[in-house]
Each structure stands twice: as C-alpha cells, then as structure tokens.
C-alpha cells in the first residue's frame, strides 16, 4: 500500500509519525481541507504529468490552477494530465492520494511558486485519506524537488 512506502520514506527521518491518517476522505481539495479543518489553499496538491517518454509532479496551492501558458514555457511541452491507471502505476501513488514522497524512479519533482505564500502546506501522503503538515523548508527537504517553477495561475 502506498501509505506504508510513504510512512518507511519518512521513518528515515523520524517524522513518520506526524502522517495524520483521517477518517474521511481527503481525496480533493476541499475533501482534505474539511477533514483537516484548514484553508483549502494550504492544501499542497501533486499533479502528474507526461513530459516526453517520462512523468513529472507539480506540486501547487489548493487553490492554484495550471496555466496553460507558463507551463508550455517551463516544459516545452503542452500540459497533459497522466490518467487515474498512469498515475499509480507511473508515479507509485493512486490519484487521491499522490505526492512527491516515495515516488518511483525517474519521476521528477517541481514546486509551484503558489506555496510560497504559506507557513505551512498539508500534502497527502499516498493514500485519500492521509496527510502531514510540512513546513516549505521540509517539503523541499522531503520531497527531492528538482526546483521551484511558476505555472500556476491563482484566482482573482
């Protein structure tokens, strides 16, 4: 299960036991946002992507979109969504609860700007219904990111 790979990844660090597994889903959003009792923009979602022949994750504010525009320009490439089989079987995580820890080989990892405005972020630990809070020094610590990107457009 990939809540048990995640929980192994962040035993290595001592931290395995901050993952809050939830009695509800925490699958979306506002799912997670509820079930936490925070803002739904604190909520660090990770999309996966194709990029070529590999995948790679952004990782964004709840309330963060991709633009179409700026990821063309960081990628090269238009924006295209692994679908829900792709996802788990590509990234190690089913889509609910994918993140940037213990994810498979080769799959890259990108932070969005949108984070930056945040203390803290909660991003789900493998599972719908798992999460931690993480400070942006420990997610970018703890999520082997290649770097900061900007692609995201936030609502007005």
Known sequence: MS?????????????????????????????????????????AKTLSFKVGDGCILVVMAGDAKISNPKYKAEFGVKASMLSREEAE??????????????????????????????????????????????TIEELEKYSGYEKWVDVCKLPE
Do not use: W
Not at 111 to 119: M, N, P
């Open 89 to 134: 079987t590509r990234i190690g995580h089913a889509v609910g609860g994918v993140c940037p820890f213990a994810v498979n080989d080769n799959v890259r990892v990108f932070l969005d700007e949108s984070l930056k405005r945040f203390s803290t972020v909660f991003p789900a630990c493998g599972s719908s219904n798992s999460a931690i809070e993480l």
């Open 3 to 43: 809540i048990e790979k995640v929980r192994a990844y962040f035993k290595n660090y001592n931290i395995d036991d901050r993952i809050v597994e939830l009695n509800e889903s925490s699958a979306t959003v506002e799912l997670a946002a509820h079930a936490l009792g925070c803002e739904p923009h604190r909520i």
